[in-house]
């Protein structure tokens, strides 16, 4: 028993590095993440407000809602939780003795004697002594594993939402756009008919008349192309809900409400806001414990196991009905013929670990480009949009000069179709504009980890 001892402290000396928590990589880029341009944010994030205070529309939170219920992918990540939890619970049962009851009766007979019957009736009990963390490590590797879960579902809700709501406000851009084409198409059919009638006087051509209606039948064409837009934007969407293809409500995009200026925070919130770089170091954290449990294997086992029960059997002397039987033992076993074997997948599990560690980064990195490409695109729609409305008041006041002016005869065909198209350009391109600012949004809400509760 004092051989095991010495033998328990000096494993317990050379192997403390098995029982070490796990620790951030020192590594870890974090500092400029969102890039130069981008690094005055304050300790505040937009990501850190609900997705219903940022999505005030209440026919989109009410999508949001079905999304989250009904979702394929949303309902697949809540089994995965149920599959980790399980495992957890597994894994938590390693610290208790195992039981097994495994009862024996035996017949036999030597040359034609009266047959005999030997039985036994134990219960057999084994316990493997946690000396060097080994079962430690497993149970820490399957709680990583569960939180993984966790996240993942999480990452899966934050895409969820930003998602329904980019196709949702795509629906109002195009909606929009429709209405403008409608418009532009009628105000347009009006001057051409204004124009047969000037035409009767000498004021147009017929290469004028016919120019114009040429324009006209165009945007009635585009029309259609922006309903089939809106039918599979309508489609994808209630794919994304989980349910059959069909019209989806909706408000109007000059009704939407969102902040004149947004907060982004500092970058290393990212490693507590979004969920798939959580998710990324939580597989870190798994590879650590897994080389800590291989690291483990290198070292001995000690195990104690016992049975109780009844048997007629007792050496030399046959006793019936029976008598107890009861015995004990510990054993500590080293590996010797294995121990190439452990080692071979410690240096698996150390490659594992430090593969681990670069996709940790990775995602860090991607993650900051995200809110970088998130944060450009709001400044650039922020920064175009008082000029484009500005153009589009010069344009309609041309619009109107030109018809003016058509009535006196003091103007070309030409002048007025070139007014016209510049309009409906402008117009189609202010509505652009403010979809790419609301997109940008709720790119820059899900690029900080927002959307998950």
């Known amino acids: 028993m004092k051989n095991i001892i010495i033998i328990l402290a000096a494993v317990s000396m050379a192997s403390c590095g098995i ?36 999505f005030t529309d209440t026919l989109l939170q009410r999508h949001i809602e079905t ?37 024996e009766v035996a017949v036999s007979s ?13 219960v057999v009990a084994s ?36 998602t329904i709501a980019n196709h949702y406000y795509t629906l109002l851009m195009l909606d929009e756009q429709y209405r403008i084409s409608s418009e532009t198409a009628r105000s347009w059919k009006q001057s051409v008919e204004t124009m047969k009638l000037m035409k009767e006087a000498g004021m147009f051509t017929e290469a004028a008349i016919a120019q114009s209606e040429a324009n006209y039948y165009s945007i009635e064409a585009s029309l259609f192309d922006l309903e089939e837009s809106i039918i599979q934007v309508e489609n994808s969407m209630s794919v994304l809900l ?29 490693l507590s806001n979004r969920p798939d770089v959580r998710s990324a170091e939580l597989d870190l954290i798994q590879s650590y414990f897994s080389t800590a449990e291989a690291r483990a294997a290198l070292y001995p086992s000690l195990v104690l196991a016992g ?11 046959i006793v019936n009905p029976g008598k107890l039987l009861l015995s004990a033992a510990a054993s500590l076993t080293q590996p010797l013929f294995n121990r190439r074997l452990n080692r071979s997948q410690l240096e698996i599990a150390k490659a594992a670990q430090e593969q681990s560690a670069i996709r940790f980064q990775q995602t860090l990195l991607d993650a ?9 695109r709001y400044q650039t729609a922020r920064n175009k949009q008082p000029y484009i409305a500005r153009q589009v008041e010069s344009l309609e006041t041309a619009v109107r000069s030109t018809e003016l002016l ?7 065909y030409l002048e007025i179709l070139t007014a016209q198209q510049a309009l409906l350009g402008a117009r189609l391109a202010q509505v652009g504009n403010t979809f790419d600012r609301i997109q940008s949004i709720v790119s820059l809400y899900h690029a900080l980890g927002g959307g998950t509760n």
């Open 368 to 376: 900051g480009a995200e809110v970088n490409d998130a944060l450009t």
């Open 19 to 54: 029982w070490k928590p796990y620790s951030r990589p020192e590594s870890l880029r974090t500092d400029d993440l969102f890039g130069s341009r981008f690094e005055s944010g304050d300790t505040v994030t937009i990501a850190s407000i609900q997705w219903r205070e940022l």
């Open 242 to 270: 989980f349910l059959s293809p069909g019209p989806v409500e909706r408000g109007n995009i000059e009704e939407q409400i969102f902040p004149d200026s947004i907060s982004y925070g500092i970058p290393v919130q990212l």
């Open 110 to 122: 030597f040359d034609t004697r009266k047959a005999t019957q030997v039985y036994s009736i134990p």
């Open 307 to 317: 049975s109780a029960g009844w048997t007629n059997s007792a050496g030399s002397m």
């Open 127 to 162: 316990w493997e002594i946690d000396i060097l963390g080994r079962q430690t490590n497993a149970r820490r590797r399957s709680v990583a594993a569960y939180d993984q879960s966790l996240e993942y579902k999480k990452a899966v809700q934050s895409i969820l939402v930003a």
């Open 406 to 412: 058509m009535i006196h005869g003091s103007t070309t």
């Open 67 to 103: 999304g989250i219920e009904n979702n394929c992918d949303m309902n697949i990540a809540r089994l995965a939780i149920s599959q980790a939890e399980s495992a957890l619970k597994s894994a938590r049962l390693v610290y208790i003795p195992s039981f097994s009851f495994s009862p």
